[in-house]
């Protein structure tokens, strides 16, 4: 009769959870003076690096008072020089010196103030992504605050899903798991993903532990807003024994192995030792510890015919 050794190994249980896709990375991006604009550099959908102008406003005032300082700063340079210069053959005093230094600072500042005013003037993609559908033309005035764009980061996405409190005993940052979207056609309907954040509490309304993973979009069917199931083990592991499947039997009081215990001259005594199934994969499938030791030997098929007590020889390779 075939025989196989169990194997030890863990097992923890797999959870079916809701979850939400969503970006890493989304903004809604708005103006941040009023002004009239005077040119759109994107189009809906477009895809976009982090620091590409999106959309500019009318600046010609700004540009001309930015001017207007640089000369100033000029003349507060060249007074400057002169006083440096008086100076050093005693025909001026120290306060005049400190106060040509103390104009040139004042310019510069100005100088930087006019800078970032016009930088405020163009609207810039503060990381790479997917632009949103346009709903701004040139000539349009907007108002401080009003939104311009909105852009989402492609890749990568992260799932939100709540683990609950009973189940989140064991997670730890790098778990895998594999979320599955309905929306999605055939074979990529299941992605693998990995958990990137753990809640350091659990939310108070739900009782459950608050989770973020992270996964890949594939080919950009995935969406952030897809509803979807995430399948993730979770609790503490458990000592388990993996067997084939062939070597479980059913009566009215469960799953149960034949055992074989040596009697000697190579005669072995099956004895019954019920078991709990905790998961069948294929062929294979993961029993209970208790009751059991590793590497003890176990009818691996044909066990109907036995029943407790029976004596039986192993087959042979």
Same mark, same amino acid.
């Given at each position: 009769?075939?025989?196989?050794?169990?194997?030890?190994?863990?097992?923890?249980?797999?959870?079916?959870?809701?979850? /939400?896709?969503?970006?890493?990375?989304?903004?809604? =991006?708005?103006?941040?003076?009023?002004?009239?604009?005077?040119?759109?550099?994107?189009?809906?959908?477009?895809?976009? %690096?982090?620091?590409?102008? =999106?959309?500019?406003?009318?600046?010609?005032? &700004?540009?001309?008072?930015?001017?207007?300082?640089?000369?100033?700063? #000029?003349?507060?340079?060249?007074?400057?020089?002169?006083? &440096?210069? #008086?100076?050093?053959? %005693?025909?001026?005093?120290?306060? %005049?010196?400190?106060? *040509?230094?103390?104009? $040139?600072?004042?310019?510069?500042?100005?100088?930087?103030?006019?800078?970032?005013?016009?930088?405020? =003037?163009?609207?810039?993609?503060?990381?790479?992504?997917? #632009?949103?559908?346009?709903?701004?033309?040139?000539?349009?005035?907007?108002?401080?605050?009003? &939104?311009?764009?909105? =852009?989402?980061?492609? %890749?990568?996405?992260? $799932?939100?899903?709540?683990?609950?409190?009973?189940?989140?005993?064991?997670?730890?940052?790098?778990?895998?798991?594999? @979320?599955?979207?309905?929306?999605?056609?055939?074979?990529?309907?299941?992605?693998?993903?990995?958990? /990137? *954040?753990?809640?350091?509490?659990?939310?108070?309304?739900?009782?459950?532990?608050?989770? &973020?993973?992270?996964?890949?979009?594939?080919?950009? *069917?995935?969406?952030?807003?897809?509803?979807?199931?995430?399948?993730?083990?979770?609790?503490?592991? @458990?000592?388990?024994? /993996?067997?084939?499947?062939?070597?479980?039997?059913?009566?009215?009081?469960?799953?149960?192995?034949?055992?074989?215990?040596?009697?000697?001259?190579?005669?072995?005594?099956?004895?019954?030792?019920?078991?709990?199934? #905790?998961?069948?994969?294929?062929?294979?499938?993961?029993?209970?510890?208790?009751? @059991?030791? *590793?590497?003890?030997?176990? $009818?691996?098929?044909?066990?109907?015919?036995?029943?407790?007590?029976?004596?039986?020889?192993?087959?042979?390779?």
């Amino acid at each position: 009769m075939p025989a196989a050794a169990l194997s030890p190994t863990t097992w923890r249980v797999t959870e079916q959870l809701p979850a /939400t896709i969503d970006a890493q990375e989304r903004a809604v =991006l708005a103006a941040e003076r009023p002004g009239q604009v005077t040119a759109v550099l994107y189009s809906s959908g477009q895809h976009v %690096a982090a620091g590409t102008i =999106l959309v500019k406003l009318d600046g010609a005032p &700004e540009a001309a008072q930015l001017g207007l300082d640089q000369e100033r700063a #000029l003349q507060a340079r060249k007074t400057l020089a002169r006083a &440096e210069k #008086l100076m050093k053959i %005693a025909g001026t005093s120290e306060a %005049a010196l400190e106060q *040509a230094q103390a104009d $040139v600072a004042e310019a510069d500042a100005q100088i930087a103030v006019d800078n970032a005013t016009l930088a405020q =003037l163009n609207i810039t993609a503060p990381f790479a992504g997917i #632009l949103g559908i346009r709903n701004i033309s040139p000539g349009d005035y907007v108002q401080q605050g009003q &939104e311009v764009a909105d =852009l989402t980061q492609s %890749a990568p996405l992260r $799932v939100l899903f709540s683990v609950p409190q009973t189940e989140a005993g064991g997670l730890q940052l790098g778990d895998p798991f594999t @979320l599955t979207v309905a929306a999605l056609p055939g074979n990529d309907a299941v992605i693998n993903g990995r958990i /990137t *954040a753990l809640s350091p509490q659990l939310n108070m309304q739900t009782n459950a532990r608050n989770v &973020e993973g992270a996964v890949q979009s594939q080919d950009g *069917a995935l969406l952030p807003g897809m509803y979807g199931v995430v399948a993730l083990q979770t609790g503490t592991p @458990l000592a388990a024994f /993996t067997l084939p499947a062939t070597a479980l039997y059913d009566d009215t009081l469960g799953r149960y192995v034949f055992a074989l215990d040596a009697a000697g001259n190579g005669v072995f005594t099956a004895h019954v030792v019920y078991v709990t199934e #905790l998961a069948q994969s294929g062929s294979t499938a993961i029993i209970g510890a208790a009751g @059991l030791q *590793a590497g003890e030997r176990v $009818v691996a098929e044909g066990g109907f015919k036995l029943t407790d007590g029976t004596s039986v020889t192993l087959q042979t390779p």
